[in-house]
């Protein structure tokens, strides 16, 4: 009666408690919280002509889009367990379809130990799904850089034919994961079901290993949360270096997928000026178990930010460039894309309004009806509460 009435007072005071960036939150008593929440991105696009795709004329236009429209809960029943869970409301397929994202518990038994299962974030590369899309420099995930099927090597590294984008950045496993001597080193260590019911190849269960260090000693701050943030909009200063591997094994006949990668973040305040530089690099060989089918990326970029408001914000100009290579028997294309975007943060890294052009280009490859390079121009609006 006491947890229950404890409840109905805190969801009269949402008004109140709901001054959070990131979630509405509810207390219920000293142990158990909740917090729940609403997110997406609104755009308006001025779309580049695309040739003739999938034998269709696609011409430029101003595209109007609701992008990745989400609910989500984060529930603490105690100091060990919590719950979150993650779902779009633009799922692929029928009108009113949701799609999960996320679903998964954590023990935290010690800072230095926790166990996740459920479907959540693979441990790959910062940039490859580990990190947070609502704190993306740059206002376009790389699935979007895309040309005649061709896309950027950044993206989760375990197979799922079940769920598009081979799974985005999610897929069903347990990972034990931790945080050693206060964030300085940082270590995940899973395994992966890459073959849910649905799915037509023959992926066995994948391996993902991920170890993460921040010298702390000399002043920067630790991340330790699960999932790793673009920005901290002058909040912290990081410096943080990742080394990743995932092995993918798969069916009779098919070869063995490896993925390697490397990553740096570096965002440090000075004065009103936060400047923020990020370096990723992955490589997959026998990419899906294909023989040779392998690739390479590299992404580049960063971000000055003015950390003062004018008017309702904190203004800040980013730059990325993205670069993959694939070496394929016969063929070596190069899917290449660099963009300008003035963001404009309004409450945190997860609410803001971000102007941007992007110019994607694919080299090395004879296409005869679709366009081999385009340069489109957005307005995105960011908001999660």
């Known amino acids: 009666m006491k947890k229950g009435l404890l409840l109905a007072g805190a969801v009269f005071s949402l008004g109140v408690l709901a001054g959070s960036a990131n979630a509405v939150t509810i207390r219920i008593d000293e142990?158990?919280?909740?917090?729940?929440?609403?997110?997406g991105i609104i755009d308006a696009i001025i779309k580049d002509d695309r040739g003739i795709v999938d034998?269709?004329?696609?011409?430029?236009?101003?595209?109007?889009?609701?992008?990745?429209?989400?609910?989500y809960f984060k529930y603490k029943l105690n100091k060990i367990i919590s719950y979150g869970f993650q779902a779009s409301l633009f799922a692929p397929g029928k009108a009113g379809d949701i799609e999960v994202f996320d679903s998964?518990?954590?023990?935290?038994?010690?800072?230095?130990?926790?166990i996740i299962a459920g479907s959540y974030k693979v441990p790959f590369e910062r940039h490859s799904g580990l990190q947070s899309y609502w704190t993306y420099l740059f206002p376009t995930w790389l699935g979007m850089?895309?040309?005649?099927?061709?896309?950027?090597?950044?993206?989760?590294?375990?197979?799922?034919?079940?769920?598009?984008f081979r799974s985005g950045s999610r897929s069903a496993g347990l990972t034990a994961w931790g945080n050693i001597a206060d964030g300085m080193f940082k270590y995940y260590?899973?395994?992966?079901?890459?073959?849910?019911?649905?799915?037509?190849?023959?992926?066995?269960?994948?391996?993902?290993?991920?170890?993460?260090?921040?010298?702390?000693?000399?002043?920067?701050?630790?991340?330790?949360?699960?999932?790793l943030?673009?920005?901290?909009?002058?909040?912290?200063?990081?410096?943080?270096?990742?080394?990743?591997?995932?092995?993918?094994?798969?069916?009779?006949?098919?070869?063995?997928?490896?993925?390697?990668?490397?990553?740096?973040?570096?965002?440090?305040?000075?004065?009103?000026?936060?400047?923020?530089?990020?370096?990723?690099?992955?490589?997959?060989?026998?990419?899906?178990?294909?023989?040779?089918?392998?690739?390479t990326g590299w992404l580049v970029q960063g971000q000055l930010l003015y950390?003062?408001?004018?008017f309702l914000g904190k203004p800040a100009l980013a730059a990325r460039y993205v670069q993959t290579e694939f070496d394929r028997p016969g063929s070596d294309p190069k899917l290449k894309s660099f963009g300008v975007a003035i963001n404009y943060y309004i409450k945190g890294p997860t609410n803001r309004i971000a102007l941007w052009v992007e110019?994607?280009?694919?080299?090395?490859?004879?296409?005869?009806?679709e366009e081999d390079s385009y340069t489109d121009v957005g307005l995105s609006v960011f908001y999660n509460f």
């Open 189 to 227: 260590v899973g395994v992966f079901d890459a073959s849910d019911e649905g799915a037509t190849s023959n992926a066995k269960t994948a391996y993902s290993i991920r170890v993460q260090f921040t010298p702390t000693m000399l002043g920067y701050k630790a991340e330790k949360g699960y999932v």
């Open 55 to 71: 034998g269709n004329e696609d011409k430029s236009d101003i595209v109007f889009t609701h992008r990745d429209a989400r609910i």
């Open 229 to 295: 943030k673009n920005t901290y909009v002058g909040k912290k200063d990081v410096l943080t270096i990742g080394l990743s591997y995932t092995s993918q094994p798969f069916g009779e006949g098919a070869k063995d997928q490896d993925s390697w990668g490397v990553d740096l973040m570096w965002e440090q305040k000075f004065g009103t000026i936060v400047p923020d530089i990020q370096i990723g690099y992955v490589k997959h060989t026998n990419w899906a178990g294909t023989d040779g089918d392998d690739r």
């Open 104 to 114: 998964f518990i954590n023990l935290a038994f010690a800072p230095e130990f926790n």
């Open 307 to 310: 950390d003062q408001k004018v």
């Open 31 to 39: 142990e158990q919280v909740l917090k729940f929440g609403a997110r």
């Open 145 to 164: 850089s895309a040309i005649a099927g061709y896309k950027h090597a950044f993206t989760n590294p375990v197979a799922n034919d079940h769920k598009p």
């Open 359 to 369: 110019n994607v280009k694919l080299d090395n490859v004879n296409l005869t009806e």
